[in-house]
């Protein structure tokens, strides 16, 4: 990829609303991701693999569990920072915040919120580090959207429990330490157990041929007769509402970085426009791009206004899963859909690696999937409105 001459854009000065606290964490993040991944971002997209050298700086600009408690090793940061961080990371590449978001709403949140206090000292601060990597283990073959019907099990076999099934599509399976994994123990109750690498039976067999995402590594977790420490339980809450939890916190950093990646694809598309000449003028200049140019960020100051508000609520506790189901989908449509405009303003060139265009928009393709799906967001939003459910 050419240089970084990313600029960031706030239409209606949402600026205004961020504390100087804000402002230091969000120029942390802009500035690590220019010097440390920018330069190398294409090249591990392209090996399609994620760069492990990035985990400490990631750990250190706070990006794994930034509002985890201090007292476990987190920064102790409010929601709206962890939407900005969340915000920067994307805005460089979907699968460098995918292993943020994974590592802190989806492995950090569950022990913090339903471990035991034991499992918290042990596994928090070197996560918050990144000396140590999760996964979140829910997706199997067979139960994508209906994660309720999931056949993963655990037996409890007197001094430990015996776990058997298979996860699939699991980011950063393949290298994580550690997998928070969803299984049914014998009275089909959905429990949350921390499985370890090196577990006898455990294995992480990559993913390959993934067209998006590329710069993620994606794997499934295969468990044949694991035997899991008592211990390893998360004590504090079971049922289906455990991971759907975990997964409100990581939609509503999707929802963020969603915006990002957008603003990536804008701010692109813009400085193109002005320096490309067709016709003796900068193509900037004709109405069909600028029509382009001027749906594209008030789409984006839409979003940044909605998931703002979002994190208010969020930040007092009041924010509803419909409430970021509705932002994570309308934040990650409205990317795809600047990517495809984006892509066209640079015509040729917008296929290439010299912008980031068409990685965006391949890596927001699984962003729309993963998660729950366009369509899954779309029935949590139906079924809030009228109180009906249309998913089954
Ligand atoms: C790169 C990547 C990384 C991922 N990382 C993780 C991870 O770390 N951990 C994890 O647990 N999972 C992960 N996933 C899995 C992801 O969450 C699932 O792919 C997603 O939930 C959809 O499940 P599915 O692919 O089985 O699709 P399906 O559920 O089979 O859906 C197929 C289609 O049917 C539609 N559909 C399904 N049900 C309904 C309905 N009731 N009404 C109308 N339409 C419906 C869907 O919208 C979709 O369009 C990842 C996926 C990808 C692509």
Same mark, same amino acid.
């Given at each position: ?10 239409? /209606? ?5 961020? @504390? ?7 120029? *942390? ?33 706070? +990006? ?31 699968? $460098? ?5 994974? &590592? ?58 015996? $776990? ?37 039976? /455990? *294995?992480?067999?990559? @993913? ?9 590594? *994606?794997?499934? #977790? ?9 211990? !390893? #339980? ?15 916190? +990581? ?9 990002? +990646? ?15 000449? &067709? ?6 200049? /004709? ?18 206004? $909605? ?7 969020? !930040?007092?506790?009041?924010? *509803? ?30 296929? @290439?690696?010299? /912008? ?37």
């Amino acid at each position: 990829m050419a240089a970084d001459l990313y600029q960031a854009h706030d239409y /209606f000065q949402m600026d205004d609303l961020l @504390t100087d606290e804000h402002k230091l964490i969000r120029e *942390t993040a802009r500035e690590w991701v220019k010097k440390e991944m920018s330069p190398i971002i294409e090249e591990y997209y392209e090996k399609g693999s994620f760069p492990k050298h990035v985990i400490p700086g990631m750990g250190e600009i706070g +990006a794994f569990g930034p509002y985890i408690p201090e007292e476990y090793g987190g920064a102790g940061l409010d929601q709206i920072s962890y939407g900005i961080i969340m915000q920067e990371l994307e805005r460089c590449d979907s699968g $460098l915040r995918s292993t943020s978001s994974v &590592q802190s709403s989806l492995v950090m949140y569950p022990i913090w919120k339903f471990g035991s206090e034991e499992q918290k000292q042990k596994y928090l601060p070197k996560l918050a580090t990144g000396e140590m990597i999760g996964c979140f283990g829910l997706t199997e073959p067979d139960f994508g959207s209906n994660p309720a019907g999931m056949i993963t099990n655990f037996k409890d076999k007197g001094d430990h429990y015996l $776990l058997n099934g298979a996860k699939m599509w699991i980011s950063n399976s393949p290298f994580a330490d550690i997998a928070v994994v969803w299984a049914k123990n014998e009275e089909g109750r959905i429990h949350g157990l921390i499985v370890e690498r090196g577990m006898e039976g /455990f *294995t992480t067999p990559t @993913t390959h041929g993934k067209w998006s995402l590329r710069a993620s590594d *994606t794997g499934e #977790l295969v468990f044949d007769n694991v035997k899991i420490p008592k211990e !390893n #339980l998360l004590p504090e809450k079971s049922g289906l509402g455990a991971p759907l939890a975990c997964l409100d916190s +990581a939609r509503y950093g999707i929802a963020w970085g969603a915006i990002g +990646a957008a603003l990536s694809c804008y701010d692109s598309a813009l400085r193109y426009s002005k320096e490309r000449i &067709q016709f003796d003028r900068p193509i900037g200049g /004709f109405q069909l791009q600028q029509k382009k140019l001027a749906e594209m960020i008030t789409e984006i100051t839409k979003a940044q206004l $909605l998931t703002f508000r979002l994190g208010q609520l969020r !930040n007092v506790d009041k924010a *509803t899963s419909a409430q970021i189901s509705m932002a994570k989908r309308n934040n990650v449509d409205m990317a795809l859909k600047i990517a495809r405009e984006a892509r066209q303003i640079h015509g040729a060139m917008g296929i @290439t690696n010299e /912008f980031p265009i068409m990685r965006h928009m391949m890596n927001l393709e699984s962003v729309i999937t993963y998660e729950g799906t366009h369509d899954i967001h779309l029935l949590i939003t139906g079924m809030d409105v009228t109180g009906l459910n249309a998913f089954k």
